[in-house]
């Protein structure tokens, strides 16, 4: 009874205690009913009747339904709405804007182009940010982070992420009954309590089965590992098999290249004795292209170059020591072109384009630090005779030979090859020949003496470009410049100029001509034209006139205007000057004006026509007007003297044409005068030196006797012996060593004068 009665008061309080509950929280629900009563009962508006008083008289003023109010249509589109609170509710209670009021605004905001957000969801990101603060502020080191809830994997999962791995069904139950969907009661207690409130005590049914889970996962986990080095096993064993069959394919490759190097060995003993090679060459190289074709993709892994440079070697050896080059160029070419692969030898090209390409780096695609067996064969074999062919046999009067030669091997040969040939050996002798070249004197039949265009014209294409520019101090055109330059320093004008400068034409830079023709030529030409050139109406000479012109008018000569001003400095001068004089002594006006139409028709119709030219012929006409209209009793005394002419130096500016114009082309400034570069006898002494192969070679000390400085004339390249002269005047001295042998010493030297002849000649030679 006791109890009971407990348990009854027990209850009673617990009665009374969820009954005061129960009611107040009947009385919040009712409360909450209320204000959507009320709300609801507010937002209720009715419509408006379309025949209404109010609806006609809005209508009249403008306004349509479904818009806003005012003239834009962006006022209002219902009347403001109340919001009414419960009895008693403070502010905050409930929302104080409702949903139409809302929907105004952001329809406003949206009118002016804006975005507007709600003030409330504002709060609620002030609020969570804050609260994101407030997190990142107490977490740190110090503070302990929260405990993840555990995730389990089901059975079908785990199966799922191990591939081939089963589970078994008896096992699936133990660990699928410890999910987050079965849960296991110890007892009734729970089930009228939260999760969070269960017993925490475990049965022993929930530890098998957790610790069966573990196993599982571990075993999965190890499963997967032991997949991967599976499939890891497979893959390495597939590449082995890969590399045996390849390793299997090479060594059967290498076996038949065995049999075949065995084949070319018998092929070698057997006809060795062979006397046409021709036959042996023929053997060998067939079955070099079987095995050529057979592997064709494998030459450099089964060293194929090798074999084939070590079968042709003898056969190649053998040739090569007989060889006469220019005779027979062609030689073992044909063989050679049917195996170029086995060999290594780049495509054929053509050796006029490899030259012109000018590009060091022509065969030069395989990088290597030696050379291969073929370019060593070549270098050891073939280059010796075709040196010595070169050296020796080849003239270079007939690039004939050579140039065939070259155009055969030049697909065989490697660039170290090629190069040492067109960039030494050929110019080299090129060189040799041109300075052996007497420029000053006029080919003849009886002495024929080799044109340069003759044997450099061929090799434009071969040689490198630095043998053909101007500018180099060595090369072919720097001696052809030296030539060049004593030809027209010392070669006689009223010979005319040779033929060799017309053949010399096409392989000479325009501007290389020009500037050789105005710096040596025109002013000899001035200087003949004032000295040699006299105007005589009575007995006129035209031969240094006539020279002058002879050098002026080829092609590849001046041009028009320079001639105009050579003529303007030198001739009419002294001719303005004769007419003078002739018309200031009772001259007879018909021959003065024949002689005058006379001297016209001595130039050419392009020089008579010329501007400068026209000039002058008026200025003359002008005079002998002004004399007939003086008449003979005044003109001796009344007719101006000419002017005198342009002052040398007379070459033309390189001045505009408007420049010309404005100074009435009457005078002109120079670039080169007759004084800057006069002909002395050194000059002279020099080319007589160059024509003849001998160096002249400043020694920068002076003879103690006489102060004169003094040269060294020799044959020797190392400019060693020879006779040592000095100039005085025009005349040679040269030391006369058998009379200074007696004196003693080198102070009593004794020279005596010598002649530019065959003495002299022999002296330089150590003759």
């Not at 107040?24 to 508006?45: D, E, L």
């Not at 003759?454 to 101090?473: A, D, G």
């Not at 404005?662 to 670039?671: E, L, M, P, S, Y």
Request: include cysteine; glycine fraction near 6%.
């Amino acid at each position: 009874m006791a109890e009971f009665s407990m348990n009854s008061q027990m209850n009673s309080r617990v009665h009374e205690e969820g009954s005061s509950d129960s009611d107040h929280r009947h009385k919040r629900r009712k409360m909450n009913q209320n204000v959507k009563q009320t709300a609801a009962a507010s937002s209720a508006s009715p419509a408006a009747k379309p025949n209404s008083f109010a609806a006609k008289m809005m209508a009249k003023m403008g306004y349509v339904e479904g818009q806003g109010l005012g003239a834009t249509g962006r006022g209002r589109l219902a009347p403001v709405e109340t919001q009414l609170r419960p009895t008693g509710a403070g502010l905050g209670a409930v929302r104080e804007k409702t949903k139409q009021a809302k929907e105004e605004e952001r329809r406003e905001a949206a009118f002016r182009g804006e975005i507007l957000e709600d003030s409330e969801e504002e709060e609620k990101k002030r609020r969570k940010e804050l609260r994101k603060k407030k997190m990142s502020a107490v977490g740190g080191a110090a503070s302990t982070p929260a405990k993840r809830k555990t995730k389990y994997r089901t059975a079908a999962e785990i199966e799922a992420d191990a591939e081939g791995l089963q589970v078994p069904n008896v096992l699936k139950s133990i660990i699928d009954a410890t999910g987050t969907e079965t849960k296991l009661l110890t007892s009734t207690a729970g089930l009228m309590r939260t999760h969070n409130q269960m017993v925490s005590g475990e049965t022993e049914a929930v530890k098998i089965a957790r610790k069966a889970r573990r196993d599982l996962e571990a075993f999965a986990d190890e499963w997967n590992t032991v997949s991967e080095q599976k499939k890891f096993c497979e893959l390495e064993e597939s590449q082995y098999v890969q590399e045996m069959d390849e390793l299997d394919e090479n060594i059967r490759g290498l076996k038949k290249v065995i049999e075949a190097i065995q084949d070319l060995q018998s092929t070698a003993a057997e006809d060795w004795g062979i006397p046409n090679d021709a036959t042996l060459w023929g053997k060998v190289t067939k079955k070099l292209e079987r095995l050529e074709s057979d592997y064709a993709g494998k030459l450099d892994t089964m060293t194929l170059q090798e074999v084939a440079v070590a079968a042709i070697h003898p056969l190649f050896k053998t040739a090569m020591h007989d060889w006469r080059p220019l005779e027979d160029p062609v030689n073992v070419t044909p063989y050679l072109s049917r195996i170029p692969r086995l060999l290594g030898i780049q495509p054929a090209s053509s050796g006029t384009d490899l030259v012109t390409q000018s590009d060091p780096q022509i065969y030069s695609s395989r990088l290597s630090k030696s050379t291969t067996p073929y370019e060593t064969m070549l270098y050891t074999l073939f280059l010796p005779p075709l040196r010595s062919a070169i050296t020796n046999d080849w003239d270079p009067n007939n690039p004939s030979l050579l140039l065939s030669l070259i155009q055969i091997w030049s697909p065989f040969l490697p660039a170290f090859v090629f190069t040492g040939l067109t960039h030494n050996l050929i110019p080299t002798r090129l060189t040799n020949l041109l300075a052996t070249w007497k420029s000053s004197k006029q080919p003849s039949s009886k002495h024929p003496q080799p044109q340069p265009h003759s044997y450099i014209f061929p090799w434009l294409p071969y040689l490198p470009p630095e043998q053909l520019s101007p500018s180099s101090p060595a090369g072919v055109f720097a001696t052809l410049k030296q030539k060049l330059k004593s030809l027209f320093q010392s070669y006689p004008l009223t010979s005319g100029p040779p033929s060799t400068l017309t053949s010399l034409f096409p392989i000479l830079p325009p501007s290389f001509l020009k500037e050789m023709l105005n710096r040596h030529l025109l002013p000899r030409l001035a200087t003949h034209l004032s000295h040699n050139f006299l105007i005589d109406p009575s007995d006129q000479i035209l031969t240094p006139f006539t020279a002058v012109l002879a050098w002026t008018t080829p092609s590849w000569s001046f041009p028009t205007a320079t001639t105009a001003h050579l003529m303007q400095a030198e001739f009419f001068p002294k001719w303005h000057h004769v007419l003078y004089l002739w018309l200031t002594n009772s001259p007879n006006n018909q021959e003065i004006s024949e002689w005058f139409q006379w001297w016209k028709e001595q130039f050419p119709e392009p020089l008579r026509d010329h501007e400068i030219m026209a000039k002058e012929w008026t200025k003359g006409l002008e005079t002998i007007n002004l004399a007939l209209d003086l008449g003979p009793e005044n003109v001796a005394e009344k007719l101006p003297p000419p002017e005198a002419g342009p002052v040398r130096p007379f070459l033309p500016s390189q001045s505009t044409p408007s420049s010309s114009k404005r100074t009435g082309g009457a005078t002109a400034k120079a670039t080169t005068t007759v004084d800057d570069e006069p002909i002395t006898f050194r000059s002279v002494l020099e080319s007589w030196c160059a024509d003849n192969s001998l160096l002249f070679i400043p020694l920068r000390e002076a003879d103690p006797a006489t102060g004169y400085p003094l040269f060294r004339i020799t044959a020797s390249a190392s400019g060693k012996g020879g006779v040592v002269v000095y100039l005085k005047g025009d005349v040679v001295w040269g030391r006369d060593t058998a009379a200074a042998g007696t004196k003693g010493g080198a102070s009593s030297a004794v020279f005596r004068p010598v002649g530019l002849d065959e003495g002299l000649l022999g002296r330089a030679e150590g003759r």
